[in-house]
């Protein structure tokens, strides 16, 4: 009987985070304030608690998993490793493909990896409340879970357009007891001005971060929680390639190339650095591919600048690949790809070629994933069909070329919520979305200016 | 750190099935055809393998799982076991409550554990295609991606109302390349007459069990699958108790409660069987107990007698406990309790008093399921949340009397699928129905009347 699930037992969840900071040979680029000038982490403190800006700001290799997480963590993790046979039979191609399902959490996706330590470490700051937005709602609900799960009460701005469309992801947040905002609202100045120019605004992401990032802001007991793009975010999604590590030598194997989709980089960052670590330590290189939508093209086709993080300007800025903050994304149905940038950290490694990034349109993530579920059984989120997308390319080329690679994915998560967008793709309702040079071209004179 | 998740290696999927029949003092009633006189398990023929005739009026204590079917058990077996450590706390019992979670299969639920060996045991009989029905579709999925797995067309006679009202289900099983149909269709005669009485009729669970028998009947290439009540769905989904009193044996526990959810029966068998093989074997004794709606009380408050398995009459009937094959369900949103009867086995088990029952109101079942969800993470499915309110109840019972009992349910799938009703839960309006006694005392003259 071939084997199909590669589990590890409870014991062999991580007891640290790694920390890709500490095998990077330039230190990263400072982060900086309003005025342009390289900012003081405490500039932080007003929406994250210290112990945060401790981790976001660290270069310790290592960084020990508290316990209180790591019982969390049981209920899901390990998560398993699947190597997929009929995929590979299903495309007759030499090529091992294995993937890692992280869809089993109770919220549906890798989100909650790093939900539950931000709830931690703020109850342990003394935080009750935080604040939040979301757009496809994975983000959101995996830190409504994690509030409940610590006695932290979450409220969430959630993109009104979402709100109204994704109802169930919203009963789900609810269900966990997370309080959920259609953005903009009229409880904060942003929300209010916008809907003073226009009452019937759907809201965007970048909006709705405003909103959270200005009501912690402005209230000394409560702190702002973010779902991806941060260092300390990544760190935390490094569970996942660290059990994969695990997992590959129980099968005595090894990946010659990852994929995994790539919005603000911490899906990516959590299963790509513990394979970068044995790099940096002298071992094999593996190819390390970022997979984005061709009509979000940020590392393909972005420029490496400093941009603010939301539209309205109230993040630090950080030096990143940006298709400028002000970047609207087209209506793709991967909600958690719909991002004007990438991580600093991403965005580095990608600039110093340790990594590599490609795009791919819409419906051909769409077929991917639906070939992948008759194969497989699991039906993908939206964001997961990117990086099967990307792998399912490779295993061709790879069945012209006769090579025999091992191939290794992240399956970030389930589509249960997305199935009106499997529906769109059935009745051919989908479309593709080249975004246009001449927009990326001119988005660089409305970037930020900075001193560095 | 405590100990919360219970993982089996994949080495550890049970090699066979186990079945009750050989543990039970007397013979199964047989089943009677039309004319009201006992059949031979060859008129079953016209609708299913004789793979499957024999395996259902089998006798012998252990079947063997076939190699393909446990190859893709794998993909979401062993299904993990939990102990509720933040349910008890939250409770304040000094219980100790465990539960199994089958929503970690790619359909969300218990239902693909029976789905794999019928699709299998077709195929090996060259049979290419299945017609089933689906309500709230959990088997219509279940089918829909066994199916896919083995080459085999399915065909699935889905309720009009939960057709339109839950798309999303739809969508899974097209996703997995099931044909679904809206039902009544216009495609049987059951249906076409049912649409000439009423052009707007919007189905039944009876009606499409009676269309998809209809097909199956009068076509050679086609064959029938039902998702519960018979003796050979149960007997698959005994691989579920049989992990679980493995996980027992892993923590040196025991249970002396075991609550699942009782429709058809094919959940509540295939947890509870496995530990009643400990008592007729001179084990210990475990109160296995039967969870059904109030307003569905086919065990509680039902007639002991021969009846059909669908509305229309046209399977063979058998000695159960039913309110009547013309029951009409209240609209409640356990879609997968709304059945008339109970299957044959647990039905006798029921009589014979090896086994108990309880009825538990709708409302009640969401309270607990939302108390779970909030402690435990995974949101539940409607039918799902019957058992958790039982088990609840008695740890709530427990904390009374000072009794530290070890409490195990069933968790048979996820509620992704019913966020619908969570909302409707929440704004209240859910309604509780308790079937009236006169209705059920009425039910007893429309019985079929049988020679036994």
Redesign the interface.
Known sequence: ?????I?L??TEIPKHWYNVVADLKNPPAPPMGPDGMPMDPSAMSAIFADNIIEQEVSAQRWIEIP?PV??IY???RPTPM?RAH?LEEALGTPCKIYYKYEG?????SHKLNSAIPQAYYNKVAGINRLTTETGAGQWGSSLS?AG??FGIDVRVYMVKVSYNQK??RR??M????GEVLASPTNLTETGRRILAEDPDNQGSLGIAISEAVEEAASRADTKYSLGSVLNHVLLHQTVIGLEAKKQFEMVGDYPDMIFAPCGGGSNFGGVAFPFYADEAAGGKKVRLVAVEPSSCPSLTKGHYAYDFGDTEGLTPMTLQYTLGHDFMPPGIHAGGLRYHGASALVSQMYHEKLIEAVSVPQIATFEAG?QF??A????PAPESNHAIRACIDEALRCKESGEAKTLFFNLSG?G??D??S??KY?TQQLEDYEYPQSEIDAALERLPKVKA
Do not use: C, N
């Not at 009987?1 to 699930?5: D, H, L, N």
């Not at 089993?104 to 549906?108: Q, T």
């Open positions: 009987m071939k084997q199909t699930k589990l037992p409870e316990e790591r019982e049981q209920q899901w699947f009929r089993v959490s109770a919220a549906g879970l409940q799960m109802p169930f009963s789900m609810q269900t966990w007891g639906v579920a008759r497989e059984g699991i039906i389930h249960h919520f199935m009106v499997y529906d059935f």
